[in-house]
């Protein structure tokens, strides 16, 4: 306990020494062994000495000697091995991607490591770690036969979660990704707590084609669990901040504020970056809603057409371009870096309504009746929504699924005492 207070006393300092911006990023972890290793990470930049804070509540970690936390090369979550290598050469045998390592007696109090930057452990340019993946090992940074026990993807922070002592929440948050886009992300989408009879989950894939002024991105999205009689908004959201397991964390949508943007559904050119209108595809054998739309962006690659480190959220009832009536947010997800994105997201038979506004608020909702194929995989067959009447609407009655195996980050409501707790011993250290 004495070494604990005494770094919480050298952390003080050093933290109260600082005024000018910050950035702030966080990571939410899901485990991926039955160990349930959960909890997270809240990241801030001290520019004045060109530090990092990671602090952290990680919970279950087994009584053994260290477990590392590295930086991966991607913040690609969808199994246990695809958020790639360790970013960094190696020095002295351990890679320059290393965080720090934790331990058991340490690790569920909340703590913190104060990383040194380095030309692998910054938040901007083309090395961020906006959008990459964290990793927790099951032996120290160093070893190299390590397994990874729990990931997650690093998002853009929302002021209002800080917990880091003597976080400027004021200013911007200055975490992006680089100066030029990355053309191809992901977004693992897992269930808030928010109200739904079946958990919400899926994946979101980003396919970006840019010439410099105009970036055309395409989004594919499988998606389970979701109810297939209506339509499901779905947007890009302004912060990839998981740490509220409600879903509020991740704050409204991804606008351009300079801009003066309004809520909108596409095509419709006056509508916020982060509309993506509805989804209303559903396989109804198979229980997986798809979505798949095209849009363009115009302005600088990187400035405010650049996604990656923000989330993607899919909500309970339709989206009718009303801002006022959004409906509850059922699945969230970080949008990470990622490589060839497109052909992992949907069966190649599906088709889609041309714009994805779906069926227009007041009439029939229209599903597509899907079949499996002999292999056994997914085949469907279905045609779309969207401008028929409900006389030519196809409609099966399907039961949807009643249980998922899809595990969400820690509740906030966990990690968020723990990080209290600690901030409450500083606050009387330094008193
Ligand atoms: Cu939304």
Redesign the pocket.
Known sequence: MKQFIAILVLLSVAISSVSADYVYANCMMVPTTPANITGGFQIAYTPEDQTYTFGYTIYNIPSKASYGVVLRELGDITTSSSAGGIVGAMVDSCPGGQITNLTSDLASLGFYAVVNASQYIVHNGPNSFVGRALTILDSHACDPQANIVAHCVIGIANPITTLIPKMNTTGANLASFKSSMTNAAVAVLYPTTAVSAVPVSGFMYFQVNTDGITTNVTFSAAITGLDNTTAH???I?AFGDLMWRNGTSVGG?WKNAALNQTHGLPPASNREL?DLGNICVFDNVNNVAYYQYTTSYSGTPGSEVNFIGRSI?V?GIRDSGNATA?GP?LAQGVIGITTNAIPKALPKDISFATEPVCTPAGTTTTTTTGTTSTTGTTGTTGTTTGTTAASTTTSTTTSRPTTTTTTGPNSSSIVAPAFTIVIALIAMLLL
């Open positions: 908004g779905v947007h959201h949508h982060g959220v909500h959004l947010r």
